[in-house]
Nanobody, 120 residues
Framework: QVQLVESGGGLVQPGGSLRLSCAAS????????MGWYRQAPGKQRELVAV???????KYADSVKGRFTASGDNAKNTVYLQMNSLKPEDTAVYYC??????????????WGQGTQVTVSS
């Protein structure tokens, strides 16, 4: 009934920018918070940013000052603006959220991921 879909990934040169989107679809009543994660090959998935439904954000030290999370509650969509990208930012980026549908069911949902590659 609910689903998260990421988009906006791609290949970019160091110092470039990308804007990721995560759209929630289905019979969603409420989203408490959403997180952006990333996973590089051979490494564990790590939390990059968190945004609450009130717009409060937190960031990993590795991306602080370069990445900005935002959201549009009306569209059930969150964004991750990534600036000054570095090769170490290369990873598959996922969004995750606690979504409540109209039946009152809480879903711990994950998107399918979108590839971000930073390379010269």
């Amino acid at each position: 009934q609910v689903q998260l879909v990421e988009s906006g990934g791609g290949l970019v040169q160091p110092g470039g920018s990308l804007r990721l989107s995560c759209a929630a679809s289905g019979s969603i009543v409420s989203i408490y918070a959403m997180g952006w994660y990333r996973q590089a090959p051979g490494k564990q998935r790590e939390l990059v940013a968190v945004i609450t439904n009130g717009g409060e954000t937190k960031y990993a030290d590795s991306v602080k000052g370069r990445f900005t999370a935002s959201g549009d509650n009306a569209k059930n969509t969150v964004y991750l603006q990534m600036n000054s990208l570095k090769p170490e930012d290369t990873a598959v980026y996922y969004c995750n959220g606690d979504l409540i549908d109209r039946d009152g069911t809480l879903h711990d949902a994950w998107g399918q991921g979108t590839q971000v590659t930073v390379s010269s």
